[in-house]
């Protein structure tokens, strides 16, 4: 069976190994993909959001302040099985502290 990512996914596995960051997470209940699980993160160099979507659609977004360069901006479809779990991997790379 394969594990679901979504924002109790995040908290429970992502957050946790991100020191420096603060969180805020959202809900909105209607949107373009049914309703939204959004976690914003920031720390003073690396900010962002991630957009759970109740219709299994997934957005990522990664912004680097230093070099003010856009890191990651994707929005997938839930087909798109393979490319979430790629995606999920480049985000953890970008945002967790080596």
Do not use: C
Not at 6 to 33: H, V
Not at 84 to 95: G, M, S
């Amino acid at each position: 069976m394969e594990d679901v990512k979504d924002i109790e996914w995040f908290k429970n596995n992502i957050a946790p190994k991100l020191k420096g960051y603060e969180f805020n997470y959202r809900f909105f209940k209607e949107g373009d993909f049914g309703s939204l699980n959004q976690v914003e993160f920031n720390s003073k160099k690396i900010g962002g959001n991630i957009d759970f979507w109740s219709r299994e659609w997934l957005g990522v977004f990664v912004w680097n302040y230093e070099t003010e360069e856009q890191l990651l901006n994707v929005l997938l479809e839930p087909h798109q099985r393979q490319e979430k779990e790629e995606t999920f991997k480049l985000l953890e790379e970008l945002i967790i502290e080596q």
